[in-house]
């Protein structure tokens, strides 16, 4: 399959990748990641492999779209909960608690 990643073409095969990251340790797992084989390879590490180029020279969703489209599962980041803030008032309320009606 012929995909593009940082602006050069690349023949990329489901073999071709799996063979080129044979023996290759996997980093820890921060954000995005593909499964190769049993392992989850960070997506930026993938893409140095088997592009052979610096990480600062692709995107994270080049290689996730790349190996999403040789068959590969990829994770992306579970989007964040908003987190609930607080005014002092709010805060102030809680700690009395509810007033008790008669």
Excluded: N, W
Excluded at 69 to 90: D, K, M, N, V, Y
């Amino acid at each position: 399959m012929r995909c593009v990643i940082a602006r050069f073409p690349f023949d990329l095969s489901k073999s071709g990748v799996l063979e080129s990251m044979k023996g290759i340790k996997p980093e820890p797992v921060t954000g995005e990641s593909v499964i190769i084989g049993r392992r989850h390879y960070p997506a930026k590490q993938v893409g140095q492999v088997i592009t052979r180029q610096d990480r600062r020279d692709f995107s994270t969703a080049e290689v996730l779209r790349a190996m999403a489209r040789l068959g590969f599962t990829c994770r992306t980041l579970p989007e964040a909960l908003p987190t609930r803030i607080e005014s002092p008032l709010q805060r102030a309320s809680a700690m009395l608690g509810t007033p008790v009606t008669a």
